[in-house]
Antibody
Framework: QVQLVQSGAEVKRPGASVKVSCKASGYSFTDCYMHWVRQAPGQGLEWMGWINPKSGGTTYAQKFQGRVTVTRDTSISTAYMDLSRLRFDDTAVYYC??????????WGQGTMVTVSS | SYELTQPPSVSVSPGQTASITCSGDNLRNKYTFWYLQKPGQSPVLVISEDNKRPSGIPERFFGSTSGNTATLTISGIQAMDEADYYCQTWDTSTVVFGGGTKLTVL
């Protein structure tokens, strides 16, 4: 079955960087774009960007331009989201999400990133 | 930047029908997707491309679009339908989510 398994929770200081991984299984990794979406505590969903695993091409939300980098390693069917210069308001659950025909049809379990001094 | 507008909350009694709206400029010319999210869980796709139900989603969930407003209709409301619901569309290769609607079953 299709599954996206993300790395564990992180606690970071302001100004640091965090890298979250997302391992895909149950389908051909390079056939579907992968998105990253975050959700601050008690808030709604916020789209961050996507990667085309086949080409490595990316598109990011304007809000995160210059701070977010999404990469992939096709040999292990894993996507990564790197967010730099962390701020307190980056505290959120970060999800990787498979794009199947433009629908975000499979979501990872989420990774809690806490920014705290 | 493109925006989708949803009501913050909708309340409905068990067995009744709930309608959650989502409006946006030129939405009639875009596809709308709907997700539900229960507390502590990841979102789940319930409607794709305006009105398509993914495998496993009950027929009680129905999507439609009229003009620049998309609507998710849930009939025969059950306690288990209490959740946050988000609409989503695409705008020039970027994903846009609505602010979410909290559905309360009275």
């Amino acid at each position: 079955q299709v599954q996206l398994v993300q790395s564990g929770a992180e606690v970071k200081r302001p100004g640091a960087s965090v890298k979250v991984s997302c391992k895909a299984s149950g389908y051909s990794f390079t056939d579907c774009y992968m998105h990253w979406v975050r959700q601050a505590p008690g808030q709604g969903l916020e789209w961050m960007g996507w990667i085309n695993p086949k080409s490595g091409g990316t598109t990011y939300a304007q809000k995160f331009q210059g701070r977010v980098t999404v990469t992939r390693d096709t040999s292990i069917s894993t996507a990564y989201m790197d967010l730099s210069r962390l701020r307190f308001d980056d505290t959120a659950v970060y999800y990787c999400v498979r794009d199947f025909g433009n629908a975000l049809d499979m979501w990872g379990q989420g990774t809690m990133v806490t920014v705290s001094s | 930047s493109y925006e989708l507008t949803q009501p913050p909350s909708v309340s409905v009694s068990p067995g009744q029908t709930a309608s959650i709206t989502c409006s946006g400029d030129n939405l009639r010319n875009k596809y709308t997707f709907w997700y539900l999210q229960k507390p502590g869980q990841s979102p789940v796709l319930v409607i794709s491309e305006d009105n398509k139900r993914p495998s496993g989603i009950p027929e009680r969930f129905f999507g439609s679009t009229s003009g620049n407003t998309a609507t998710l209709t849930i009939s025969g409301i059950q306690a288990m339908d209490e959740a946050d619901y988000y609409c989503q569309t695409w705008d020039t290769s970027t994903v846009v989510f609505g602010g979410g609607t909290k559905l309360t079953v009275l």
